[in-house]
């Protein structure tokens, strides 16, 4: 069901779920004011409960409230990347957030989102928190259809058209002196630099107990079967998720351009869930592409998809 600003406003107050565009991907939002709610998410995504929700406000001072100190170069990323597709995870006063929606944990991830109307909906209603919006495991929504897809028409849903950047944000936190990456995303890692003076690192999940809980779930895989290769076996006779520049022997599902890795990112899950829609049972997926900056983020997210 597609409603209006106004209409999602009353319906977060009232201690409903709502889904609302942002510019990375759709969100599940609830309340920060209703826990009900915010269980209601965990409920209708199949999510686990210790895997913990971003805040998402409109502005730098409504952060503050949740806080007592904050990690250095704090306010510089914010400058730089607020409103956009970063989030970064700080030490919480606990008690100022509901405890299902930091899965118990003592740090929040925040974030401001650059999307006109959903950050309209958060000055009206106050911070939100807001999951990707798709059932665990499977790829985010970047449009209404695939909110419908996911969770029927009866889940009320603003229309905000496709999402700009296609992939979740990225997420930095504070840890051992140093910010890390804990989940790679719009934001290539280079972009930190020059508010750093370094480059954050991204490791993937080393231990049992990753910084960032996602990183020990499913995620982001079609039903489809897909096969990763950055040289396409010439015995190979299925469809190649691949490159519109390049010519395969066999029949191309396009990802986009070599020369964009933005329009790929942007285009990604809605192709990962066409493969459903097309009943496309297995898939080889051309990987030779460069490994740096928007690209390491898109790899990852068809190395998830392809874990079975
Ligand atoms: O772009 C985005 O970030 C989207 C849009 C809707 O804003 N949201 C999003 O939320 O991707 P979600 O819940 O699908 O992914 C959030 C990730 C999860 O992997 C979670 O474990 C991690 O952030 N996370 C949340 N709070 C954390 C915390 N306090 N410490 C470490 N990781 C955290
Ligand atoms: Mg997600």
Redesign the pocket.
Known sequence: MRITIEEASHLLNQGQVVALP?E????LAASLKHPEAISDIYKLKGRPSN????V?VSSISQIYEFTSSLPPHFEELGQAFWPG?L?L?IPIKSETIPQNA?AN?T???F?I?AQKQTCQIIDNVGPLV???ANLSGKP?GTNPNHIETDFGLSLPVVDGGSSECGV??T?L?YHQNRWEI??L?AIPAEAFTKILGYQPVFKEKTSEKP?????MYRHYAPQAKMHLSDQIPTNYSGPILGFKERNYLTSKIELGSLASPESVAENLYAILRKLDDDKIQEVLVDMDFPQTGLWLTIAERLRKAALS
């Open positions: 942002t990375t991907v759709y969100g895997n913990p929700l971003i998402h597709p989030t995870v930091r944990l740090t929040s991830g974030r989102p807001m999951p990707s985010s979740e944000s997420i936190c804990i989940r995303g910084l960032c809980p996602g990183q």
